[in-house]
Nanobody, 118 residues
Framework: QVHLVESGGGLVQAGGSLRLSCAAE??????????MGWYRQAPGKQRDLVAL???????NYADSVKGRFTISMDNTKNTVYLQMNSLKSEDTAVYFC??????????WGKGTLVTVSS
């Protein structure tokens, strides 16, 4: 089993910044992480991709966050970070950490709430 532990959510004013972290804790797992990242789900909406990064450093972003958010990964710690700048009210959502093996295995964190006040 791979257990994802998220942190860093909270309340911030529009224009402000937050940094999310997600650490993958493994317990005798054969789940070899290839990709980590973040999705978000606003009230009444579907869960959407925010950003993903592979262990080789290749990243991709949703168009809505390009230029404002930066994803990074510390492979030695199996930890992914999301630096969020110039936050907007429409960024308000529950942010879910994701980890995938590149194959059929994947897992999700429980989510952390980000609220941006206008």
């Amino acid at each position: 089993q791979v257990h994802l532990v998220e942190s860093g959510g909270g309340l911030v004013q529009a224009g402000g910044s937050l940094r999310l972290s997600c650490a993958a804790e493994e317990n005798r797992s054969i789940f070899i992480i290839n990709t980590m990242g973040w999705y978000r789900q606003a009230p009444g909406k579907q869960r959407d991709l925010v950003a993903l990064i592979t262990t080789s450093g290749s990243a991709n972003y949703a168009d809505s966050v390009k230029g404002r958010f930066t994803i990074s990964m510390d492979n030695t710690k199996n930890t992914v970070y999301l630096q969020m700048n110039s936050l907007k009210s429409e960024d308000t959502a529950v942010y879910f950490c994701y980890a995938g093996s590149g194959g059929s295995m994947s897992t999700w964190g429980k989510g952390t709430l980000v609220t941006v006040s206008s």
